[in-house]
């Protein structure tokens, strides 16, 4: 969300990122409902000031039947105006959350995916002097993976990891929380059910309610009591990324200035409907509902050169873990079309998957500047105390299913055999090198 004071002061520059960003909103009928809603509420501010005023005047009036008809006037009229002033307010509100984040200059400029700008390529993919087997025969072969009683089980999506996949998966996530560490980001494992704000706030409803049509979001049916033991009004929801819960940690907060940046990590399984991606990638564990993943999210101050930086960082670290797990991968500068919303920048990164003969996305890192503190209102106040919205930023470390099937793909062996990373042997049983048929 954006300031409405930037808006009104740069309304063509606004309309441009609409334009560019491909985001379906009419800036001139935000603009009005804007005007609309200053007017009522003045005029409520008004009528708030006068009832105050008779108020006082009650406490020494000779004729108080005049003070009380005035009065009983000023009430009517608010009583009016409230309901129409609710209305405007939510017709505002419901445009602003579209309102989307301007681009950074280095954006390229694009209409959609296709015009994603390659930016570096570790050009490793390997040359195999055998038929090569993606991720679900080599799962079957080697018994690490289970797709039908997955699916028999959870249904669509579902899978199951086994005997020695379960160490490579959890060798991986361990890995890069220890990376994570190493680079002073703080540890966290994070609520995975979480209340509505938390997803408003981060940007994961596309309006201003959680709309199941659009929103890849699981909502929890089930109710909940509070301590008090009367039923809980929150809505709550299963999170798809550690990010949400990560940015509100610190949701109505004033941090000091001397903490930022502020760098943290959350490992968390994720939750995805996958709506959107309705009949694309049907097989195997490249597109499912249920996975793990590790969250780097950085909070900073409100300086986008700063901000570049840091997403150069955090984008440094995913590229050494890919070179490490000895994956051929590529870093992409995702285009105006193809950017979200509330993104000022972003890089992808996606490893080559032998299995569909293509790259897939194992990374995304984004800066959303203030776009998500002003949801989440988390600031900080400089030397001078002066209080500004944080910055925020979030990257995928890593995340399980794709960097499972990365590695097992990338890593096959003539036998059939699949060879451990060196920097994964010691999260396997027995000093493993490699997983076996058995």
Known sequence: MLDIKFIREN?????????????DLDLDALLAADEKRVALLQEMEILSAEKNKLNEEMKTAT????????????????????????????????????????????????????????????????????????????GRDLDILDLEKGAKVAGYRGYYVKNEGVSLMMGFM?????????????????????????????????????????????????????????????????VGTAEPSLLAYYSDEVLREEQLPLRMCGYSQCYRSEIGSYGRDTKGMYRVHEFMKVEQVILCGADNKEAERLQDEMVAISREMHEELGLPYRQLAICTGDLGAGKYRQYDLEAWMPGMQRYGETGSASIFTDWQARRLNV???????????????????????RIFIAILENHQQADGSVKIPEVLKKFMPLAMDEIRRK
């Open 63 to 138: 004729d108080k039947a005049q003070v009380i008809a005035r009065g009983k006037e000023v009430k009517e009229k608010m009583a009016n105006l409230e309901p129409e002033y609710r209305k405007v307010k939510y017709a505002f509100e419901s445009l602003m959350v579209k309102v989307p984040a301007p681009c950074s200059p280095d954006t390229p400029l694009g209409k959609g995916e296709e015009e994603n700008v390659e930016v570096y390529n570790s050009n490793n993919i390997p040359t195999f002097d055998f038929v090569p087997k993606d991720h679900i025969q080599l």
């Open 11 to 23: 309304a063509e520059l606004i309309k441009k990122t609409i334009q560019d960003k491909k985001i």
């Open 174 to 238: 361990m890995y890069a929380i220890n990376k994570m560490m190493t680079r002073g980001y703080a540890p966290m494992i994070v609520p995975t059910l979480v209340k509505e704000f938390s997803l408003f706030g981060s940007g994961y409803f596309k309006g201003l309610e959680y709309n199941p049509e659009i929103d890849e979001i699981y909502q929890v049916a089930t109710s909940e009591k509070e301590a008090t033991g009367e039923v809980s009004k929150d809505k709550k929801f299963l």
């Open 379 to 401: 600031k900080y106040a400089d030397k001078e105390g002066h209080k500004q919205y944080v910055y925020m930023l979030n990257n995928t470390a890593l995340p399980s299913p």
